[in-house]
T-cell receptor, first 115, second 113 residues
Framework: AQSVAQPEDQVNVAEGNPLTVKCTYSVSGNPYLFWYVQYPNRGLQFLLKYITGDNLVKGSYGFEAEFNKSQTSFHLKKPSALVSDSALYFCAVRDRGDSNYQLIWGAGTKLIIKP | EPEVTQTPSHQVTQMGQEVILRCVPISNHLYFYWYRQILGQKVEFLVSFYNNEISEKSEIFDDQFSVERPDGSNFTLKIRSTKLEDSAMYFC???????????FGPGTRLTVT
């Protein structure tokens, strides 16, 4: 069965420090991988995606993520956290063989950046 | 920048009532989706829609649910007889083509009392 795991319910980081939000996946084929962010009382906003090519993907708001096929991971990173990065982050995957583009979602990780 | 819009932002209804959640996808998009997120839980896929028909649906999407694209711009989700457990945030999403990501609306919070 296809699944996405975000092992941390919450990540606390001091402002200015680097942050990592972890994601691992299990799909039957090669995946497309996505990160979305959800601010309080807002919808889901696309951050970045991995389709093919360079394993390091750069996205919005200074975020990046590294695709690691051997570890089946797609961790979200940012070199220097801002208080405004505090939000709920979702990792999602899609099997390349799924023509309907159904996204399989992780449970989400609450990121708290402290001043 | 074009956005997916959803109305209403919050809907309160009594158990057993019918509700219709409305979405206006981005105008040149061809694929449409509904997801739901029960408070504190993960986002769950409900249904995908392409070429005026359902292309895939989850086990959550039972006979109480239906979708429609009545006029070429709106994309609606109808719940015929709401249950308490239907209380959730419902997200609409659309995408233009095969290799693009999905663009999400702000969601409709449905509260069933």
């Amino acid at each position: 069965a296809q699944s996405v795991a975000q092992p941390e319910d919450q990540v606390n980081v001091a402002e200015g420090n680097p942050l990592t939000v972890k994601c691992t996946y299990s799909v039957s084929g090669n995946p497309y991988l996505f990160w979305y962010v959800q601010y309080p009382n807002r919808g889901l906003q696309f951050l970045l995606k991995y389709i093919t090519g360079d394993n390091l993907v750069k996205g919005s708001y200074g975020f990046e993520a590294e695709f690691n096929k051997s570890q089946t991971s797609f961790h979200l990173k940012k070199p220097s956290a801002l208080v405004s990065d505090s939000a709920l982050y979702f990792c999602a995957v899609r099997d390349r063989g799924d023509s309907n583009y159904q996204l399989i979602w992780g449970a989400g990780t609450k990121l708290i950046i402290k001043p | 920048e074009p956005e997916v819009t959803q109305t209403p932002s919050h809907q309160v209804t009594q158990m057993g009532q019918e509700v219709i959640l409305r979405c206006v996808p981005i105008s040149n998009h061809l694929y449409f989706y509904w997801y739901r997120q029960i408070l504190g839980q993960k986002v769950e896929f409900l249904v995908s829609f392409y070429n005026n028909e359902i292309s895939e649906k989850s086990e959550i999407f039972d006979d109480q649910f239906s979708v429609e694209r009545p006029d070429g711009s709106n994309f609606t989700l109808k719940i015929r007889s709401t249950k308490l457990e239907d209380s959730a945030m419902y997200f609409c999403a659309s995408r233009p083509g095969p290799t693009s990501e999905q663009y999400f609306g702000p969601g409709t919070r449905l509260t069933v009392t």
